[in-house]
């Protein structure tokens, strides 16, 4: 079990280091982010010698190595939002970046603190002691340039009157936005980060007039450029709309279809930030005898259930003393606050409503049962604002039993009042918890009777509210069965602008079941999206491209995609901006070809080659672009075997 146990934690800090010594291209805090990922890189011979030895940890090692993974996946966290992260946001928490590097680099150092036992080379232990000694050496220091940035970037926002062109000129020379691309993809960026941190606090945002500022401040930026320039990335910025009005997701279409899970979209915590019996992030980390980390109440009730093991290794504990982890407790809260989320508190099971609003809830529940329509109007109408602006009234709502009321207006005849009700149930299933009560009072099936038959809102929030509870995988299949799909693709051909991305949006989700795949493939769905493609102007193509690539893993879904979509409709999403959209091009086209020697010839006779080798090289292509289409270039450079077209046209009769 231990020999076990070792090996599993050394592999993982081995990905863990492999991740942190790719990164590179750093936004700002450039000095630090090399030097720790110079140190991590020293470490690495360290990592491996136990791995290639396979030395067995003793229980002194486990509590230094179980530190070390702790401290170098929040470095890897911290290293990937100096990558990704909006350069803005990060030069405006210059003070509180440095600070949590600072913070990194001691808590590397304590955990190396203790020798460790286990035999190594002498090479390996003199590196360890040298990388110790630096890491104990650190200082807080200072980035010259990245401090000018901090106060140039303060001065601007500190005016209290609009900043004049020759300040916006300075200032995008200085943070190097000099083409559109690079200001829309800072804006993307802090789209993403806010949206993450609302997902995580449920709406709250600690740093939200920061955010506001920093908005505005992009959007002069903008006026710098020709409106030409922006047009071709706004679809980009648009792609957040329905995930921010239902508050859950970071963006329904981004993730590329290989790479979805059931936890996708919502904010990175990272692993070692998260209590591994709850899986929430940790307010009151503690270390128990096996160097494992938990939350301090969650490992109490684990071993005042009278187990004497460790939950994660199954290791037996030598003693049950828990010994609080001040470091890690410190690096959660900087990485709280640069990432403006509130850090955890301990919360009252019962909801924060004061008793006038109980009060008041309690009256308005009433009223949806009365006899009268315009009463029960109003009152669904009141619920479903409380619902909205409030989180604590989303749980108020609930547990004061309005679900199943509002559930049996969704059968009113009155439109306003079933519009009321259905977007009621959208903003309380924002909650997790409300997610399963609603889906357990019968909703989903009744939600999609409006989806079918209502006034155009109330079918656009039953498309975003089937959207949120398909975040339940449970759900996806009751959705699916409940004949959802087709009332969804319906609205794809004539919803608004809105309802078509709330329909894109559910279908996209829904689709992440294998299950639903084909059923989505007889509703007709391939059609809708392939017009999407060249529609003009361009609205829907992200999640058109998003959805086909999901549906090219299914055999009904080549066979529909194939039949419309022909090599060079992907070689032009290939050509043109976005990064998602040229990789889930690239993954349709590999799924097409693999299973279609026909297609994979016609696929030759077009300019792919040259396209997709561009692909596999660029620098700005993901890396998940890139293997699709080395994947694709291996395959378009193989001999291929005589097609059948070709055997029955080669036939000779006489």
């Avoid at 187990?307 to 828990?322: I, Y």
């Avoid at 409006?450 to 498309?463: F, P, Q, S």
């Avoid at 509870?469 to 794809?492: E, H």
């Avoid at 007889?522 to 998003?546: C, R, W, Y």
């Amino acid at each position: 079990m231990a020999e076990s146990s070792s090996h599993s934690l050394v592999q993982k800090i081995l990905e863990t280091c492999t991740v942190i010594t790719s990164i590179g291209n750093f936004k700002c805090h450039k000095k630090e982010c090399s030097t720790l990922t110079r140190r991590v890189k020293l470490l690495v011979p360290l990592f491996e010698e136990v791995r290639d030895l396979k030395l067995t940890l003793s229980e002194e090692d486990l509590v230094c190595f179980n530190a070390l993974e702790a401290s170098l996946n929040a470095a890897k966290v911290l290293l990937l939002l100096c990558n990704k992260g909006s350069k803005l946001y990060l030069i405006l928490e210059q003070k509180n970046v440095a600070k949590q590097f600072l913070m990194l680099n001691t808590a590397l150092g304590q955990a190396l603190d203790k020798p460790i036992s286990i035999e190594i080379s002498d090479e390996v232990r003199e590196q360890v002691d040298l990388v110790h000694n630096q890491f104990q050496r650190s200082k807080g220091l200072e980035d010259p340039f990245d401090a000018q940035l901090n106060a140039e970037l303060l001065s601007v926002l500190d005016e209290t009157n609009e900043c004049s062109k020759d300040q916006l000129r300075r200032l995008a020379d200085l943070f190097k936005f000099d083409t559109a691309r690079a200001l829309i993809k800072d804006l993307q960026a802090l789209h993403g980060m806010r949206t993450e941190k609302e997902a995580a606090t449920d709406g709250i945002l600690v740093n939200e007039s920061r955010f506001e500022k920093l908005f505005r401040l992009l959007n002069d930026l903008k006026n710098l450029f020709p409106p030409e320039d922006l047009e071709q990335d706004d679809p980009e910025l648009n792609k957040l709309q329905v995930a921010q009005r239902v508050g859950v997701e970071k963006t329904s279409v981004q993730p590329a279809a290989s790479d979805l899970g059931p936890d996708k979209g919502v904010l990175n915590i990272p692993d070692d930030f998260k209590c591994p019996i709850s899986l929430d992030l940790m307010k009151d980390p503690v270390i128990i005898a096996t160097g494992q980390t938990y939350e301090r109440l969650c490992i109490q009730k684990w071993l005042e259930s009278g187990k004497k093991t460790c939950p994660k290794t199954g290791v037996s504990l030598t003693h049950t003393h828990l010994t609080p982890n001040h470091v890690l407790r410190s690096v959660i809260a900087e990485w709280c606050t640069v990432h403006g989320v509130e850090m955890p508190k301990k919360r009252s099971k019962s909801n924060q409503c004061s008793a006038e609003d109980k009060a008041a809830i309690d009256e308005l529940i009433t009223k949806l049962s009365c006899s009268i329509p315009d009463v029960q109007r109003d009152a669904a109408c009141e619920l479903r604002l409380r619902a909205k602006k409030n989180v604590d009234h989303r749980i108020c709502i609930a547990e004061q039993g309005a679900i199943p009321p509002l559930v049996g207006l969704l059968r009113s005849p009155d439109q306003k009042t079933q519009e009321h009700a259905v977007t009621a149930l959208l903003n309380l299933s924002i909650n997790e918890n409300n997610k399963g009560l609603i889906a357990s009072a019968g909703a989903i099936e009744l939600i999609v009777e409006v989806l079918k038959g209502g006034c155009m809102d109330a079918r656009e929030n039953a498309a975003a509210t089937l959207f949120s509870l398909s975040l339940v995988d449970d759900n996806k299949i009751i959705i699916g069965n409940s004949g959802a799909i087709p009332a969804l693709v319906a609205l794809l051909h004539d919803g608004t602008a809105r309802g078509k991305k709330d329909a894109a949006t559910a279908l996209f989700n829904l689709t992440i079941f294998q299950g639903n795949r084909a059923r989505a493939v007889q509703a007709g769905l391939v059609s809708p999206l392939m017009k999407f493609l060249t529609e003009q102007p361009v609205i829907m193509l992200d999640e058109a491209v998003a959805i086909l690539a999901i549906l090219a893993s299914n055999h009904e879904g080549r066979l529909a995609i194939s039949a419309v979509g022909p090599p060079p409709t992907w070689l032009r999403v290939i050509m043109a901006e976005s990064p998602r959209n040229k990789e889930n091009a690239a993954s349709i086209l590999l799924q097409l070809c693999s299973h279609d020697p026909d297609y994979a010839k016609q696929t030759r006779e077009t300019n792919a080659i040259e396209l997709l080798t561009v692909l596999a090289t660029s620098r700005d292509s993901t890396n998940r672009a890139k293997r699709k289409a080395t994947g694709l270039l291996d395959l378009l450079n193989k001999p291929q075997p005589e097609t059948i077209t070709q055997r029955v046209q080669g036939l000779h009769i006489e």
